[in-house]
């Protein structure tokens, strides 16, 4: 006889509302039989399965209502457990919402450097053509020549579109006037119409495929084009600027209004005037300029079948040794993953993508192990519910369910406190971080979705070890003993603590040197002096009027000295190759075009031979000022050794010899080493900064007076200034901004984990009340008591310091490699993250260690 | 007094004619015969567990037998409850009904 499928029978015994019910699973089985004989097997089993399947929706009806019911029990008994024990609750709630929080506003930061570049439709199509000076051939810079781009895509059909974009200067700003509104820009770009095809810069007003195609014409964007314009209509009006910075003033019409930038590119331009404006040669392949070029590819793969083919580019289309290479980046690999020189804005780094990310995560584990901790500690009190509930017949998984359900709410309180939280302490966040993100932007799938995740996993991991511990109790026991009930858990939460202080330690270590580290980059010596030097952007009036300018200046006592050059340290730099006498190699030198003010104004020091003596450069018998890294990579044993060496340029642009030798400078961030340079002197108009080197005392009056000498001189152009220091603390203001960031969490997780600390001790206290109480009636001292009950966790604290150590120093060091010039990790670093740690922690559990050692022993005794 | 449903007033109708030997199957088979519908066997259950609550029927098991896996059978029968409440909705029924027999004629 065929019997009913195994697994339907087994379904319907488990979903049935009646499934302890014999007779109703005869009646079926019956049924079944009957229907066998009447239908056949193959229809009653149908039939049978049909039924099975019936009986869910009754099964989900029924385990609702019963859960429901006990649903109601669990909230009430959660709240009230909440109401008794306000301090602890407030503990939990108030550490969890902290740890949430704290993960948010990380994990907000770290998407926010993930989404750079991303809005682009071909993003991960677009490759930005990086330059290599490096004798292995890794990239080094991200600005290049200017004929590589057309070329790349006459050669390699892959190649479907180039974007060729020409920013004027480094950080030098360009004056824009239309009218009356004059003003100093930053973001001035050339570029191909193609920009508007390969990237996804929306035109509001022009046509995209015109705009950039006529000499002369420019695309505003949005911002600047009410700056300038305000409610007109910008579109075929007319703009005067100078690009090149050499005084002649060139038209340029107005064919589009772009809308801004996004916040999250890699660049971003105010004015983009037409490529085919540029007076230079642009199929040029010798020399690095600002200028960037990008290409889109048909498909990601052809990235790397290209890669071997470029040398063999180089070889076609310029020269048989060429002094640079090409590679090919990824437009999503510029924010965190490029390291390279010329860069048009700062990038981000990918480190402390994962430091940071690390740190949310430690955090909410910092949090969640306080759950844990204080949860368990206090399952004492818990231990005579669970044995009622067990006695009356709650199931193991049943109580495991109550407890996590209690976690569970506990962090969706937690989580709703910690949005209060975020709400708050946003803009603070936008302040520390330099980033932008709205309230209105935090209302999107992700970030609901986000912290629905965390909560539930919150609420998991911080629930999971407590729900097991407590519904593990014996009825028995826990209801027989009227207190001090005792458990195992304190291993664990010995562990837990220690894991904890671990963590801190390690964050406050890490702390601790990142200052470290920025002091010292703030403090370094960069081989000039870069206090009190005020610098101007030159133009033509004030070219023609150095001379008389530099008088008046010299006139004040508050002004030691004056000098213009082609480039000022921070701001850009010049590259070209050099042939040194006695020396086979070519090799790439910054050429700083100066006067022979310059290195008395930057205090820069003379290791050999003087400075230099003509006034202007010709040709051939140009004087040349090199830095010693100069001397030592010509291969001269000493820099009077190279003092009289001869130098060419190679294109023969310069010829002539060293005279002199200085000491090397840092032009650039600490993160690089310094470059070698040579220094000639060449004419007025090809410098585009004057130097101003004041003396320390009343700047502010000295200011004032250069301001009042700019207007009876120069009175054509607004006064544009910037200070030297300022400019180099803005190179590393993300390093430094990276460290404010670095304290606060760092801050944040210490105080989380002192909070747990602090229900700990105060547990520790109030469990051990009457010990306390019968050890003073036999005459302890409340010192005595007070060492009894906090030294358990100093040294749990102490032992914490020894285990982060090791982890810290590693993961520091590793750190410290990202700058040329690091501080050592001393011992004193090691003992001050010891003596943080242990202070914080003395004073939480002094706190109610103190209270508990000084009452009275009659209440302690009449405790319970 | 309670009001039946029809199912329920069907239910005890069908477990008064088969006296002694009234099952879920026997029940259902009844059911299914006077109306001629398909009726799902849980439709026949969920009367006969709340007439059951209500006090309106007890419950017997009988011996298992093979055919039913090994499971015994329940049988039903009425109380004096079930009786009681069975005669009152006959009578609502019929009261009811006076007169609009007359009426759906002339319609």
């Known amino acids: 006889m065929n019997k009913p499928p195994k697994l339907a029978k087994f379904l319907l015994k488990i979903l049935s509302s009646r499934e302890k019910d014999d007779a109703y699973m005869g009646d079926i089985e019956e049924l079944f039989?009957?229907?066998?004989?009447?239908?056949?097997?193959?229809?009653?089993?149908?039939?049978?399965?049909?039924?099975?399947?019936?009986?869910?929706?009754?099964?989900?009806?029924?385990?609702?209502?019963?859960?429901?019911?006990?649903?109601?029990?669990?909230?009430?008994?959660?709240?009230?457990?909440?109401?008794?024990?306000?301090?602890?609750?407030?503990?939990?709630?108030?550490?969890?919402?902290?740890?949430?929080?704290?993960?948010?506003?990380?994990?907000?930061?770290v998407r926010d450097e993930l989404s750079f570049d991303r809005f682009h439709e071909n993003a991960d199509r677009i490759y930005r053509v990086v330059f290599s000076t490096s004798d292995d051939g890794s990239p080094t810079n991200a600005n290049g020549a200017f004929g590589v781009g057309p070329a790349l895509k006459r050669d390699f059909p892959e190649v479907l579109e180039t974007v060729r974009l020409r920013k004027m200067g480094q950080g030098v700003k360009r004056y824009i006037g239309y009218k009356d509104k004059k003003y100093y820009e930053l973001r001035f770009f050339f570029s191909e119409p193609t920009i508007f095809t390969v990237f996804d810069f929306p035109l509001i007003k022009g046509d995209p495929a015109k705009a950039l195609d006529e000499p002369n014409s420019i695309v505003l964007t949005e911002e600047v084009a009410r700056k300038y314009f305000g409610n007109e209509d910008p579109i075929g009006e007319i703009i005067e600027a100078d690009p090149y910075n050499d005084g002649e003033l060139m038209l340029f019409h107005v064919t589009g209004i772009a809308k801004d930038v996004p916040r999250n590119s890699h660049f971003h331009f105010d004015f983009l005037a037409s490529y085919s404006t540029l007076k230079e040669d642009t199929n040029e392949f010798s020399g690095f300029y600002q200028h960037f070029t990008y290409v889109l590819l048909s498909d990601r793969s052809s990235a790397e079948s290209l890669d071997p083919k470029l040398l063999d580019f180089l070889h076609r289309n310029w020269r048989e040794n060429p002094w640079y290479t090409i590679s090919l980046q990824p437009l999503l690999d510029v924010r965190l993953h490029s390291r390279l020189k010329a860069e048009i804005e700062p990038t981000g780094n990918v480190l402390y993508v994962y430091i940071f990310t690390a740190i949310a995560v430690l955090v909410l584990v910092i949090a969640c192990i306080n759950f844990m901790n204080l949860t368990s500690a206090r399952a004492v009190k818990r231990a005579k519910e669970v044995g009622i509930r067990k006695v009356v017949g709650a199931k193991k998984n049943q109580l495991v369910r109550q407890f996590m359900g209690e976690s569970f709410l506990l962090s969706v309180f937690s989580a709703v406190a910690a949005v209060l939280i975020i709400i708050m302490a946003l803009p603070f966040f936008n302040g520390l971080t330099g980033k932008g993100i709205t309230l209105l932007s935090l209302i999107n799938p992700t970030f609901v979705l986000g912290i629905g995740a965390i909560t539930l996993a919150v609420g998991f991991i911080s629930g999971i070890y407590p729900a097991f511990f407590l519904s593990s109790f014996q009825p028995m026991h826990s209801l027989k003993s009227r207190s001090g009930y005792s458990f195992s858990g304190t291993v664990l939460r010995k562990g837990l603590v220690i894991f904890q202080f671990t963590l801190s330690i390690g964050i406050i270590f890490s702390t601790l040197i990142v200052h470290k580290q920025m002091k010292y980059i703030q403090s370094r010596n960069l081989g000039y002096d870069k206090e009190q030097i005020m610098v101007i952007p030159?133009?033509?009036?004030?070219?023609?009027?150095?001379?008389?300018?530099?008088?008046?200046?010299?006139?004040?006592?508050?002004?030691?000295?004056?000098?213009?050059?082609?480039?000022?340290?921070?701001?850009?730099?010049?590259?070209?190759?050099?042939?040194?006498?006695?020396?086979?190699?070519?090799?790439?030198?910054?050429?700083?075009?100066?006067?022979?003010?310059?290195?008395?104004?930057?205090?820069?020091?003379?290791?050999?031979?003087?400075?230099?003596?003509?006034?202007?450069?010709?040709?051939?018998?140009?004087?040349?000022?090199?830095?010693?890294?100069?001397?030592?990579?010509?291969?001269?044993?000493?820099?009077?050794?190279?003092?009289?060496k001869s130098v060419a340029e190679y294109s023969g642009?310069?010829?002539?010899?060293?005279?002199?030798?200085?000491?090397?400078?840092?032009?650039?961030?600490?993160?690089?080493?310094?470059?070698?340079?040579?220094?000639?002197?060449?004419?007025?108009?090809?410098?585009?900064?004057?130097?101003?080197?004041?003396?320390?005392?009343?700047?502010?009056?000295?200011?004032?007076?250069?301001?009042?000498?700019?207007?009876?001189?120069?009175?054509?152009?607004?006064?544009?200034?910037f200070f030297l220091d300022v400019s180099f603390e803005q190179m590393h203001l993300a390093d430094k901004r990276m460290g404010e960031i670095f304290s606060v969490f760092s801050i944040l997780a210490v105080f989380v984990a002192c909070m747990g600390l602090f229900g700990l001790a105060a547990y520790t206290a109030e469990q051990k009340t009457k010990e306390i109480g019968v050890r003073k009636v036999l005459g302890a001292s409340s010192s005595s008591i007070y060492v009894l009950l906090s030294q358990k966790f100093l040294k749990w604290v102490a032992l914490a310091n020894i285990l982060a150590w090791p982890v810290a120093y590693y993961a520091m060091h590793k750190w410290l490699q990202n700058f040329a010039y690091r501080v050592t990790i001393g011992w004193e670093i090691f003992l001050v993250s010891a003596g943080v740690a242990l202070s914080i922690s003395v004073v939480t559990v002094s706190f109610q260690s103190i209270k508990a050692a000084l009452t009275n022993p009659t209440d302690s005794l009449r405790y319970e | 007094m309670e009001l039946l449903t029809k199912l329920e007033e069907l239910v005890l109708i069908a477990i008064l004619r088969l006296k002694d030997k009234a099952y879920g199957i026997s029940i259902y088979n009844y059911i299914v015969a006077l109306t001629g519908k398909d009726v799902t066997v849980s439709s026949v259950y969920f009367p006969l567990e709340r007439l059951v609550r209500n006090g309106y029927l007890q419950t017997s098991r009988g011996e298992p037998t093979p055919q039913r896996g090994g499971m015994g059978k329940r049988y039903y029968r009425l109380t004096k409850a079930g009786v009681k409440a069975l005669q009152e909705n006959r009578s609502l029924h019929e009261t009811a009904w006076k007169g609009v027999s007359d009426i759906l004629k002339s319609t």
């Open chain 1, 33 to 109: 039989y009957y229907r066998t004989e009447c239908q056949g097997y193959r229809w009653s089993k149908r039939w049978y399965w049909w039924e099975a399947f019936k009986s869910i929706p009754g099964f989900i009806r029924e385990s609702i209502r019963w859960r429901m019911a006990m649903l109601g029990n669990y909230i009430k008994i959660t709240f009230r457990n909440m109401k008794r024990h306000k301090g602890y609750t407030f503990i939990n709630i108030a550490g969890l919402a902290v740890g949430i929080a704290c993960t948010i506003f990380i994990l907000l930061w």
């Open chain 1, 538 to 644: 030159l133009n033509k009036d004030l070219r023609q009027n150095y001379k008389g300018f530099r008088n008046e200046l010299l006139k004040y006592t508050g002004i030691e000295n004056t000098a213009t050059s082609s480039w000022v340290p921070t701001r850009g730099s010049g590259h070209l190759s050099f042939r040194f006498e006695d020396h086979e190699e070519i090799l790439s030198q910054v050429i700083y075009g100066i006067d022979r003010d310059f290195v008395s104004t930057y205090g820069l020091k003379f290791l050999a031979g003087k400075n230099i003596q003509h006034l202007s450069s010709d040709n051939a018998t140009s004087e040349f000022l090199v830095s010693e890294l100069t001397t030592q990579e010509a291969g001269y044993f000493s820099p009077q050794e190279a003092v009289g």
């Open chain 1, 653 to 721: 642009q310069f010829r002539g010899h060293i005279v002199g030798v200085v000491n090397d400078i840092n032009i650039y961030s600490l993160h690089q080493e310094p470059y070698s340079i040579i220094y000639a002197v060449t004419p007025i108009k090809n410098h585009n900064y004057l130097s101003i080197r004041m003396l320390p005392q009343n700047i502010s009056d000295s200011i004032s007076y250069i301001q009042k000498t700019w207007q009876k001189m120069v009175p054509s152009n607004p006064l544009d200034y």
